[in-house]
């Protein structure tokens, strides 16, 4: 009896948050007859593949006790230099989104330098980048917006792969291979290991200065490819786009149980974290919640994850 009970209790702390979520749907279900039509649905998928795919490259930078605060802003600098590149520079859609990831990825890089080179730690960091992406994006834009994105541009945010919306493709394709490159790799076991005790891994061998580089390139990365697809969503590139998208790219691994002090987590935790944030944000919407309160309560269950990974924390 005791050993069933303990078991029982480890199952619903492993998948704890994956109940979480099928209770939030159900409640929706029961209270908003319009939650659970399909078109519905599939706007979820959509809403929420921008966010996990930004929280996918977050989590990299969480497993190593980091955080990266820039990612809003690096979103909209890479959208606006997406769409200038192509549009107002000529260079075509291929080369331009090219550029753009690529520009993410660098000022990912320079997040990476200044913390490990730099000693600086990363909350600072990645703030000093939050501001002079934005800055920067509206200094290339003007603050006015870039149009005139042609059919390939636009198809990225709304075109359809088998009936799949193209953005929930890119974030099925892009989970696989984080989870991959976690779960299945060298560099993946370097991460967990520098998250975990960083003097320690150190000390064992492992170039966690490397490490740490490595994963805000990829956070830079992946917050450029979720601006490229945002600004194909929305049809034009918008200087103040994803303002606050930072809170939930944060929010996702967290609710997904990455911890913050890293060494915990993984991939597949940040999606079901990720799907939480946009069922909630559908489901509010559905049912007439103001967008300023819908904030409060997003800020009100992100305190809760925290205090609950302090809580394993000090349990651990």
Not at 42 to 62: E, H, K, P, R
Request: hydrophobic share 55%; charged share 10%.
């Amino acid at each position: 009896m005791g050993n069933s009970s303990f078991q029982l209790t480890g199952v619903l702390r492993r998948f704890s948050v994956l109940i979480i979520f099928m209770v939030i749907c159900l409640v929706f279900v029961v209270l908003s007859p319009d939650f659970r039509t399909r078109s519905n649905l599939i706007n979820v998928a959509l809403q929420t593949s921008m966010i996990a795919i930004v929280a996918i490259g977050m989590t990299f930078t969480m497993l190593t006790a980091g955080i990266d605060l820039s990612v809003g802003s690096v979103m909209a600098l890479a959208g606006v230099l997406a769409a200038g590149l192509a549009v107002n520079q000529g260079l075509g859609t291929v080369p331009g989104i090219a550029l753009a990831l690529l520009a993410g990825a660098a000022l990912g890089g320079i997040n990476g330098l200044m913390i490990v080179k730099g000693g600086m730690p990363p909350f600072v960091a990645t703030l000093a980048m939050l501001a002079i992406a934005r800055g920067l994006t509206l200094v290339y834009t003007e603050g006015r917006p870039i149009a005139g994105l042609d059919e390939l541009f636009i198809w990225l945010g709304n075109g359809k792969i088998l009936g799949i919306p193209v953005p929930v493709v890119i974030m099925i394709v892009l989970a696989v291979v984080a989870w991959i490159i976690l779960r299945h790799t060298r560099f993946g076991l370097h991460v967990y290991a520098t998250g975990g005790n960083e003097e320690t891994a150190r000390l064992a061998g492992i170039p966690t200065q490397r490490v740490i580089l490595a994963v805000y390139v990829i956070c830079g990365f992946t917050a450029a490819l979720g601006g490229v697809l945002l600004t194909a969503r929305l049809w034009s590139a918008q200087p103040n786009a994803a303002v606050g998208w930072e809170l939930d790219a944060i929010a996702a691994p967290v609710l997904g149980g990455t911890s913050l002090f890293g060494g915990v987590g993984g991939i597949g935790g940040t999606l079901v974290g990720a799907f939480i944030i946009g069922v909630l944000s559908n489901g509010l919407n559905l049912m007439g919640v103001p967008s300023y309160s819908q904030q409060v309560i997003k800020g009100v269950i992100f305190i809760l994850a925290v205090m609950l990974d302090l809580f394993s924390k000090r349990r651990r």
